[in-house]
């Protein structure tokens, strides 16, 4: 596709349940990373892919967070028990690579909101 | 920790009255600033790379700019389009970037 395409575009979902949020990077990104935006915060850095591997997932909040990329494409976030403050924007961005010419480029977001 | 911090936090202008907007950043050896613009309901669109102190870069109406200790985003003459939020983020290491919490800039007609 042109550009990274996130789905679903908005989550509702009760506290407790699982919840998987979806992330097809542009085509030929080698290079995936999951951010967290939490209204009047700076975006919050999750993980990090290379090709099907996550050499960093340091910024992981709880082990309820985890993620996986197959075939060095999509990727899914899977938060499990959903608590209130998991509601936030998660966006996933992509890059050709990593390094000194890393631009990421982001997608619109999957909005989740716990009640 | 590296760390970024963006003002103001929301900057009301008048259409064609100019104005700068500062991302102050600490960080262990910089490798890049990133300036995002991000519209609401949507993912951030890449601005511009900085890279070393001194340089410029420009499009259409934004000009960028870097020293040792922080950026500045200048808008000359803006119109109601670039009404949005202006992201700052750098980068230390190989692939992670931090964000400032952003200056949310509306132009009025």
């Known amino acids: 596709g042109a550009g990274v395409s996130q789905s679903p575009s908005n989550k509702v979902t009760e506290k407790g349940k699982d919840v998987e949020l979806r992330c097809d990077p542009i085509?030929?990104?080698?290079?995936l990373y999951w951010y967290r935006q939490s209204l009047g915060q700076g975006l919050e850095f999750l993980i990090y892919?290379?090709?099907?591997?996550?050499?960093?997932k340091s910024g992981l909040p709880s082990d309820r967070f985890s993620a996986e990329r197959t075939g060095g494409s999509v990727s899914t976030l899977t938060i499990q028990r959903t608590q209130q403050e998991d509601s936030a924007v998660y966006l996933c961005?992509?890059?050709?690579?990593?390094?000194?010419?890393?631009?990421?480029?982001f997608g619109a977001g999957t909005r989740l909101s716990v009640l | 920790e590296d760390q970024v911090t963006q003002s103001p936090e929301a900057l009301r202008l008048q259409e064609g009255e100019s104005s700068s907007l500062n991302c102050s950043y600490t960080?262990?050896?910089?490798?890049?600033l990133f300036w995002y613009r991000q519209d609401p309901g949507k993912g951030p669109e890449f601005l511009f790379t900085?890279?070393?102190a001194g340089e410029e870069k420009e499009k259409e109406r934004l000009k960028a700019t870097l020293t040792k200790k922080e950026s500045f985003l200048h808008i000359t003459a803006p119109k109601p389009e670039d009404s949005a939020t202006y992201l700052c983020?750098?980068?230390?290491?190989?692939?992670?970037?931090?964000f400032g919490a952003g200056t949310t800039v509306t132009v009025r007609a």
């Open positions: 960080v262990s050896g910089l490798r890049g």
């Open positions: 983020a750098v980068q230390a290491g190989d692939y992670k970037l931090s």
């Open positions: 961005a992509s890059s050709l690579a990593s390094g000194l010419t890393n631009i990421q480029y």
């Open positions: 900085l890279y070393s």
């Open positions: 085509s030929g990104h080698t290079a």
């Open positions: 892919f290379q090709g099907n591997s996550a050499p960093d």
